[in-house]
């Protein structure tokens, strides 16, 4: 053990001349591992709320979505689509052909998004999980079947109990608008309800998921889709999904977007990291404000030990030694009740992801806070407060030290 550091453990473990320098030192260590705790803590809890809203926006979009550079659909007849089929981390695609229409639903009306999708999405669709009622079948023999979001069936009393048809209505391509007869300009569908999900309260109020075959037929197309639809396997992870994509923009070109997840969210995905970073900057000058209460006790000491000081020049020792010793026994304080911080943050996040205690109120997707610890904001917590409280040790030291 070097010389400052001894110096600097014998002077915080001892006992002081004056009790209130104890006092300072333990509540300045106590200060800094409660907000290092916190700091722990309340990022974990955001990571998980941030992973349930991936997860939710994983059930309704794909990892990779193509759609046309310009126009609203194509007919997918590429040799790309060929090639990401086979490619091994390619776990399905879908033809998907959406367009917002008006709906009737025995005298109501609204207006949702209908995604009418092929058989391969009706099979292995992820808002299977999330039916609340019905089920998640789009054909009963050649009848059309919808399942319509939670939020968009409350409001117009929809329910797969129910036996009367949704109306769906879209302006015709070919005719135009008569102001005399309105309705003979617009095209209708009959499809009846099967099931009700609920994934989020924005998708829940907006999406119906209908055969492609009734979409085609209310839009009047043949075989145009508005956009493909891959989910790639989870083992193949982000690699495969590089691949997949970079293989894909190489093959179709200019004419078509190909977007991940991420691209297809962008702004959301954006707000929330400049949300985590806005919390993380809160927090920290939080433990910022905690830290001068640091500066205030290694002050104190310094001035108690004025007589030390002394000595040791008179020993011979530098003004560098002696400053290391107060930087060393200030950093000190701050490193404790770090550690005790991320002790108590880690040890909390554990329980609560294993045994859930803190619950969260009824009628939410999760049934208790989640919690995910990223090694990232764990090593970040540290080096913030690890600066901090060597900054505030070495303020007070050149400061309060007379020269020589």
Same mark, same amino acid.
């Given at each position: 053990m070097n010389l400052p550091l001894r110096f600097a453990v014998r002077y915080l473990f001892a006992r002081k001349s004056h009790n209130v320098i104890n006092i300072i030192s333990a509540i300045s260590s106590a200060?800094?591992?409660?907000?290092?705790?916190?700091?722990?803590?309340?990022?974990?809890?955001?990571?998980?709320?941030?992973?349930?809203?991936?997860?939710?926006?994983? @059930?309704?979009?794909?990892?990779?979505?193509?759609?046309p550079a310009e126009g609203k659909v194509f007919v997918p007849d590429s040799p790309a689509f060929d090639w990401a089929y086979g490619q091994d981390e390619v776990m399905n695609m879908c033809s998907v052909l959406e367009e917002n229409v008006f709906l009737n639903y025995d005298g109501r009306s609204g207006i949702v998004k209908?995604?009418?999708?092929?058989?391969?999405?009706?099979?292995?669709?992820?808002?299977?999980? &999330?039916?609340?009622?019905? &089920? /998640?079948?789009? &054909?009963?023999?050649?009848?059309p079947l919808a399942v319509i979001?939670?939020?968009?069936?409350?409001?117009?009393?929809?329910?797969?109990? %129910?036996?009367?048809?949704? $109306?769906?209505? /879209?302006?015709?391509?070919?005719? @135009?608008?008569?102001?005399?007869?309105?309705?003979?300009?617009?095209?209708?569908?009959?499809? %009846?309800?099967a099931g009700v999900f609920t994934v989020n309260a924005d998708v829940d109020a907006s999406l119906m998921i209908v055969p492609i075959e009734?979409?085609?037929?209310?839009?009047e197309y043949n075989d145009e889709v508005s956009s493909i639809e891959i989910r790639i396997r989870p083992e193949a992870g982000e690699k495969g999904l590089r691949k997949i994509i970079s293989g894909?923009?190489?093959?179709?070109?200019?004419?078509?977007?190909?977007?991940?997840? /991420?691209?297809?969210?962008?702004?959301?995905?954006?707000?929330?990291k400049y949300e985590k970073a806005a919390i993380f900057l809160i927090l920290i000058f939080i433990i910022i404000l905690i830290g001068f209460s640091v500066f205030g006790s290694l002050s104190m000491l310094i001035i108690e030990k004025e007589d030390d000081i002394r000595t040791l020049r008179g020993m011979g020792a530098m003004d560098g030694l002696i400053n290391r010793i107060f930087i060393t026994e200030g950093w000190l304080i701050s490193l404790?009740?770090?550690?005790?911080?991320?002790?108590?943050?880690?040890? %909390?996040? %554990?329980?609560?992801?294993q045994f859930g205690f803190i619950r969260m109120p009824g009628g939410f997707t999760a049934a208790a806070y989640?919690?995910?610890? $990223?090694?990232?904001?764990?090593?970040?917590?540290?080096?913030?407060?690890?600066?901090?409280?060597?900054?505030?040790?070495?303020?007070?030291?050149?400061?309060?030290?007379?020269?020589?």
């Open positions: 200060g800094i591992a409660v907000g290092t705790a916190a700091l722990i803590i309340i990022m974990s809890v955001y990571n998980g709320f941030d992973g349930l809203v991936r997860d939710s926006l994983g @059930n309704v979009e794909p990892d990779i979505l193509i759609t209908a995604k009418g999708v092929d058989k391969v999405y009706e099979e292995e669709s992820p808002l299977r999980e &999330h039916l609340k009622e019905g &089920h /998640f079948n789009l &054909h009963k023999g050649e009848v979001g939670a939020v968009t069936a409350a409001s117009m009393d929809i329910s797969p109990r %129910f036996v009367a048809p949704i $109306e769906m209505y /879209f302006p015709a391509r070919d005719r @135009n608008i008569s102001l005399a007869n309105p309705a003979a300009s617009l095209e209708m569908v009959k499809v %009846f309800p009734t979409m085609r037929e209310l839009l894909l923009q190489e093959r179709l070109g200019a004419d078509y977007e190909v977007r991940d997840r /991420f691209m297809q969210n962008e702004a959301l995905y954006k707000m929330m404790l009740g770090m550690a005790a911080g991320l002790a108590t943050g880690l040890g %909390f996040a %554990f329980l609560q992801q989640p919690i995910i610890v $990223e090694m990232s904001d764990v090593l970040a917590t540290a080096g913030c407060v690890t600066i901090i409280g060597l900054v505030m040790a070495y303020i007070p030291v050149k400061t309060n030290i007379p020269a020589e």
